[in-house]
């Protein structure tokens, strides 16, 4: 029999909160994280509201807290969501085990900060044109040689494995909003194949800069409601008019199953279910059909072992972007059945979108639900699209016990991931 994993740890932070708890009963509670930005001054751009992280704190103490040096805003997230994550399962690698964790992170697309790109332009081209002859010049300001190591993109990784002094498997997955999902997949495939034991997975982003901004507001990607930010993000409402940026980070402590079990570890569910696909239609938009989510989740699906009847909630992607959303729905409709009463809610109507962060929040959100029995909402939808007629969470719902749960994360490019979390008392020996 293939080996079963266990979710035995969270660690969120997120615009709704700095640490699990406070995500999750932001979530609960229907509150938002979207506000008008604050780490600097977006008035020349159509866009001036995302979902920030806010009064954050590095978690790092000790001997650690050197790391940090090297560590860009989004790093410093994956940071303290994995420490959380390692805290809360009540485990971690020691010279013992070391060399039998793995750590899979889903990282941003943003290398570089943009303060040190603008430094870099007032050194070397404070006309406009790239003088690399200053670069050199003596007397002149000494770049940072810090700043090379710390802009590359395996930073994080190499962080994370440094920080918790893990000896394993250790890889960056970048597939954009999926990478997170996909980050969480790979880390289930190396526990059930033998290749670890314990796994740290997760997803961590952050593009809220004037660089970032002003590439989504190129594409016309994101929502122009700089007058009501807490009601911009509305997935699958027939007013959306474009996503919402946000930031952060979600990891996950996995571990086998029967290894979880014999220490007493609390089981949040079982990581079940892993299917992914390639879309290849537009760089930016899934297929009118959802052909792509369609091979994920029923990929997801029969790896699990589960049938579609048990999924009892779909963390949906739902990003609040016109083809998206139906793409989606579609694709729903196609796996489930237009008949399917099987709840849906999109989590990126109080927190924005993480980008390569957000599958991995998204899952976790997912382990949350099917440990607590409760049902986030999805915000803002007053005016259902009627080409989006599934049963969303609109209100909040009275606990009760949910099965199996799925996450769906669908990325620039065609990257389609799914996974599919199974109560504790269902997963069996």
Do not use: W
């Given at each position: 029999m293939r080996r079963r994993v266990a979710i035995t740890g969270i660690g969120l932070v997120t615009p709704l909160g700095n640490s699990t708890a406070d995500s999750w009963r932001a979530l609960l509670e229907g509150r938002s994280g979207i506000a008008p930005i604050t780490s600097f001054d977006p008035s020349g751009y159509p866009v001036q509201i995302a979902a920030e992280v806010r009064n954050f704190q590095p978690a790092l103490d000790g001997s650690r807290r050197k790391l940090l040096k090297f560590a860009s805003r989004h790093v410093q997230f994956a940071l303290a969501a994995a420490q959380q994550a390692i805290e809360d399962a009540g485990v971690r690698p020691d010279p013992r085990s070391a060399s039998r964790w793995a750590c899979v992170a889903g990282s941003g697309m943003m290398g570089v900060a943009f303060e040190e790109l603008a430094?870099?332009?007032?050194?070397?081209?404070?006309?406009?044109?790239?003088?690399?002859?200053?670069?050199?010049?003596?007397?002149?300001?000494?770049?940072?040689?810090?700043?090379?190591?710390?802009?590359?993109?395996?930073?994080?990784?190499?962080?994370?494995?440094?920080?918790?002094?893990?000896?394993?498997?250790?890889?960056?997955?970048?597939?954009?909003?999926?990478?997170?999902?996909?980050?969480?997949?790979?880390?289930?495939?190396?526990?059930?194949?033998?290749?670890?034991?314990?796994?740290?997975?997760?997803?961590?982003?952050?593009?809220?800069?004037?660089?970032?901004?002003?590439?989504?507001?190129?594409?016309?990607?994101?929502?122009?409601?700089?007058?009501?930010?807490?009601?911009?993000?509305?997935?699958?409402?027939?007013?959306?008019?474009?996503?919402?940026?946000?930031?952060g980070a979600g990891f996950m402590v996995l571990e086998e199953w029967q290894a979880a079990r014999r220490r007493g570890a609390r089981i949040y569910a079982e990581l079940a279910g892993d299917g992914n696909s390639l879309s290849s239609y537009r760089v930016t938009d899934s297929h009118p059909s959802g052909d792509g989510p369609i091979q994920a989740m029923r990929r997801a699906l029969e790896d699990a072992g589960a049938d579609p009847a048990e999924v009892g909630y779909i963390n949906a992607h739902g990003t609040s972007t016109i083809m998206n959303d139906r793409s989606e729905c579609a694709a729903i409709r196609a796996v489930f059945g237009a008949a399917s009463r099987v709840k849906v809610s999109s989590t990126k109507s109080l927190m924005g979108h993480l980008i390569a962060g957000a599958g991995a929040v998204e899952a976790a959100i997912g382990a949350l639900v099917i440990h607590h029995g409760r049902l986030p909402v999805n915000a803002n939808l007053n005016h259902p699209d009627p080409q989006c007629d599934l049963n969303f969470v609109r209100e909040a719902e009275p606990p009760h016990r949910v099965r199996v749960a799925m996450s769906n994360s669908f990325g620039f490019g065609g990257s389609n991931s799914c996974l599919v979390l199974r109560h504790r008392e269902d997963a069996g020996e």
């Open positions: 430094q870099i332009q007032r050194r070397l081209a404070p006309h406009g044109d790239f003088r690399g002859e200053l670069m050199f010049k003596p007397g002149g300001p000494a770049p940072d040689p810090v700043a090379y190591g710390r802009n590359q993109a395996n930073a994080g990784i190499a962080l994370l494995v440094q920080c918790f002094g893990i000896k394993g498997y250790a890889g960056a997955i970048h597939t954009a909003c999926a990478s997170g999902g996909q980050a969480v997949g790979l880390a289930l495939r190396l526990i059930r194949r033998g290749s670890a034991d314990f796994a740290l997975a997760g997803g961590f982003d952050s593009m809220i800069n004037p660089i970032g901004l002003a590439s989504f507001c190129l594409l016309g990607a994101l929502s122009t409601d700089n007058d009501a930010p807490a009601q911009a993000s509305r997935p699958f409402d027939l007013t959306r008019n474009g996503f919402v940026l946000g930031e």
